[in-house]
């Protein structure tokens, strides 16, 4: 059985504001000429389908549509719910579109209830485990205490069940979940339970193949065990990432072999540093002129119309930091605030920011600021005085 694995689409989602459906689109292209090309049976999607609870109108549009198309090719497709999902939005409509082949299991009484599938080998029994939060099931599953290495332990113990009456049958699980031994990246939301997040490789032993999502890199934890990742960077710490998909083969003993298929790029990320006057004529970041582009400045005070002017020859400038070259850690002004003017804070603020003080023009564009924010606009007030 050749088994693609994808998961954290985060659909709707954006990137410092840019919207990424478009390019979540091509990724959809690609996942289905993957499909054909690579003779996929069956499609796994570990979790983090929507970036939101509440899915934007043209997310879902994507969704309904890629699916379709799904049920339309060769392939299967297992769909579990993750932490970002809505269970009863994703799995609206479920039982209907399991006659089609398309599997969504988004409730925890789904666990531990297989969907069948068959290849030459014999029977594959697939365990999608929806996000499992641990204080709701606490009760309903009579947890001894709240934690997700308790709750996907239970959940596992319920597949083992389901899986000790099929003697024989190979079994693929998918999860949501920080499992042991994985590195995180900076754009995933945390799941920790007082502080703890992490559930151990174990849980899963015995599992022929565990589909995992949750974490935006790929990784093997072992050779039956792996995060796809998310097939676009949503955070310039990826910038390192390779994003795509696993194509596995399970073959009758378990995984018979492996393949990464990389996703297509549709805009690179960049990282660059330096001082600004240096970065807007070094030719050899002309290769970043049309990446996405995170900017730290060492200049040692800060450069005005620093952002436009780096706009204008990196026009897809999304951060700007400072990290001036020299600066010691900053000391805030310790004057009281008590009986000074609004206008004097405001320039304290700028110079401390910047490092020199405001122009003529700025002081006074600040003075129309503060008295705009009084009830007598020709008094600049003392901050406790009114």
Not at 19 to 25: A, C, I, R, T
């Amino acid at each position: 059985m050749r088994i693609l694995h994808t998961s954290d689409w985060h659909l709707g989602r954006s990137f410092h504001r840019e919207g990424l459906l478009g390019h979540q689109g091509v990724f959809m292209d690609h996942l289905l000429e993957v499909v054909e090309a690579e003779r996929v049976d069956v499609v796994v999607v570990a979790g983090d389908v929507y970036d939101r609870a509440l899915p934007q109108v043209d997310a879902v549009r994507l969704l309904g549509d890629t699916l379709a198309r799904l049920a339309a090719s060769r392939a299967s497709v297992v769909i579990s719910s993750g932490n970002h999902d809505s269970a009863q939005r994703l799995g609206f409509g479920s039982p209907l579109m399991d006659v089609a082949g398309v599997h969504i299991r988004t409730d925890a009484a789904s666990v531990g209830k297989a969907i069948m599938l068959a290849d030459e080998h014999g029977e594959v029994a697939v365990h999608a485990l929806p996000y499992l939060d641990p204080t709701a099931l606490l009760e309903p599953w009579s947890l001894p205490a709240r934690s997700h290495e308790i709750v996907l332990t239970e959940a596992m113990r319920r597949v083992n069940a389901d899986l000790a009456l099929r003697p024989g049958v190979r079994s693929v699980v998918l999860a949501h979940a920080f499992v042991a031994g994985a590195e995180p990246s900076e754009s995933e939301r945390d799941i920790s339970v007082g502080g703890v997040s992490r559930v151990p490789t174990s849980v899963f032993d015995g599992i022929d193949y565990v589909a995992l999502g949750h974490l935006h890199g790929r990784q093997v934890l072992a050779d039956h065990l792996r995060y796809s990742g998310s097939p676009l960077a949503y955070s310039f710490g990826e910038i390192g990432q390779v994003k795509g998909t696993w194509l596995l083969d399970l073959g009758p003993d378990g995984v018979a072999s492996s393949d990464f298929i990389e996703a297509p790029v549709p805009r690179r990320l960049a990282a660059i540093t330096g001082e600004l006057e240096v970065l807007l004529a070094d030719p050899a970041l002309a290769v970043h002129e049309h990446d996405w582009v995170q900017v730290t400045l060492t200049d040692p005070l800060r450069p005005a119309q620093a952002m436009e002017r780096l706009r204008r020859r990196f026009e897809h400038t999304l951060v700007l930091q400072f990290a001036p070259t020299g600066a010691s850690p900053a000391v805030r002004s310790q004057a009281p605030l008590a009986g000074r003017s609004a206008h004097d804070i405001t320039l304290d603020f700028v110079a401390d920011l910047r490092g020199i003080p405001a122009t003529e023009e700025e002081s006074a564009l600040l003075l129309d600021a503060c008295d705009a924010c009084c009830d007598d606009p020709d008094l600049d007030v003392s901050v406790g005085s009114a």
